[in-house]
């Protein structure tokens, strides 16, 4: 467990059998009265989040991808319970488009996998509840190009063009850029950049603030940073306040 402004994160990575479409499990817990603040930048994942305030109901929600930075608020004595996903995920375990989803979340049922609030005290028993729920939901009959798309893109950071893409997984252009489009809302050219940019951040925490990706200057790189972050590659490896969650929490993988 790590600490960051008295609020209290974990951790932990998913199953083997789950990899290809789980990126980790996390919670954040306000142990304190007052609400705490912090800012999201975007990672190339999208979440299930499992909230509740002081004993309250849990409120299950659904994010898509984000493209900019947002401000997210853990209230007093509040749990947020979360599962970023990989974008095949969408298809193969949740089994819907989240293209309306892009910079949103929406509600889902509060009986959602059946999970209660006490569910919510116990991190490592939750994530291996939630492992079996994924499991016995995950689709059987999965194409196997888009599992090698996304671990391509995974795997280079999106450092990889689409023509690069579409000859390696033998899929047309034209149909990557659909799929893109009607499953999460943006285009691939789009997603590679926010993939590149999430793989700055652990120079940036390490105040490296010089492009280790394929940018083409620092000028380029400055403009992504601030294009995603809001900020320039300087304020963002300060990290003043541990303002990025993202960054204060990060682990090597």
Same mark, same amino acid.
């Given at each position: 467990m790590q600490e960051t402004n008295n609020v209290e994160y974990q951790r932990a990575a998913p199953d083997h059998l789950l990899s290809g479409?789980?990126?980790?499990?996390?919670s954040v817990h306000n142990p304190d009265q007052e609400e705490k603040k912090f800012s999201i930048l975007p990672d190339g994942h999208f979440d299930l989040?499992?909230?509740?305030?002081?004993?309250?109901?849990?409120?299950?929600?659904?994010?898509?991808?984000?493209?900019?930075?947002?401000?997210?608020?853990?209230?007093?004595k509040a749990t947020?319970?979360? $599962?970023?996903?990989?974008?095949?995920?969408s298809e193969?375990? &949740?089994?819907? !488009?989240?293209?309306?989803?892009?910079?949103? @979340?929406?509600?889902?049922p509060s009986d959602f996998w059946g999970l209660e609030l006490r569910d919510l005290t116990d991190f490592n028993a939750l994530v291996a509840t939630l492992q079996q729920k994924m499991l016995q939901r995950l689709c059987k009959? $999965?194409?196997?190009?888009?599992?090698?798309?996304?671990?391509? &893109?995974?795997? !280079?950071?999106?450092?990889?063009?689409?023509? @690069?893409?579409?000859n390696t997984i033998l899929w047309s252009n034209r149909q990557i850029s659909q799929y893109f489009k009607d499953q999460f809302g943006i285009s691939l050219k789009s997603y590679c950049t926010i993939l590149r940019y999430r793989a700055s951040f652990d120079h940036l925490n390490e105040k490296e603030l010089y492009p280790q990706q394929?940018?083409?200057?620092?000028?380029?790189?400055?403009?992504?940073?601030?294009?995603?972050?809001?900020?320039?590659?300087?304020?963002?490896?300060?990290?003043?306040?541990?303002?990025?969650?993202?960054?204060?929490?990060?682990k090597k993988e």
């Open positions: 479409f789980v990126k980790c499990y996390w989040l499992f909230r509740s305030v002081e004993g309250q109901p849990i409120r299950i929600s659904l994010s898509g991808l984000w493209n900019q930075e947002t401000t997210s608020i853990v209230p007093g947020t319970f979360g $599962i970023s996903f990989k974008l095949p995920a193969y375990l &949740l089994k819907e !488009s989240i293209a309306a989803l892009v910079n949103a @979340e929406k509600d889902l009959n $999965i194409d196997n190009r888009k599992l090698h798309l996304f671990d391509t &893109l995974y795997t !280079s950071n999106g450092s990889v063009t689409a023509e @690069e893409v579409s394929n940018y083409t200057d620092q000028a380029h790189f400055i403009r992504e940073v601030k294009k995603y972050s809001g900020v320039t590659p300087g304020v963002l490896a300060e990290n003043e306040n541990n303002r990025f969650i993202q960054l204060s929490t990060l």
